[in-house]
């Protein structure tokens, strides 16, 4: 079983840059897509990018299109998510989430692991 744990959180100011990683666990890394979910105050979780088990294909959210960067090391175990020009919207919890069977599912029930979280706060 594949485990998850995101890190690079933190507070920056709107315009600043992040880097997220997702570390992996495990010898199976590479059979997982994964993707990265976000969750701020009162809303609902949020399917931000996601990556598939090569990294060939990259999906991403309409509100971080050309802001945000998925990629992924399977050498390393660990996708990483790049976020440029950050707003006070970014704000969140953010989550890796990893699948063995689907691509980018948007059901929670279909992943198969989880990360505990990493905050990102962008002030004003």
């Known amino acids: 079983q594949v485990r998850l744990v995101e890190s690079g959180g933190g507070l920056v100011q709107a315009g600043g840059s992040l880097r997220l990683s997702c570390a992996a666990s495990?010898?199976?890394?590479?059979?997982?897509?994964i993707s990265w979910f976000r969750r701020a105050p009162g809303k609902e979780r949020e399917l931000v990018a996601a990556i598939n088990w090569s990294g060939g294909n990259t999906d991403y959210v309409d509100s971080v299109k050309g802001r945000f960067t998925i990629s992924r090391d399977n050498a390393k175990n660990t996708v990483y998510l790049q976020m440029n020009s950050l707003k006070p919207e970014d704000t969140a919890v953010y989550y890796c989430a990893g699948s063995s069977t689907y691509y980018r599912p948007t059901s929670l029930r279909m992943y198969d692991v989880w990360g505990q979280g990493t905050q990102v706060t962008v002030s004003s």
């Open positions: 495990g010898r199976t890394f590479s059979n997982y897509a």
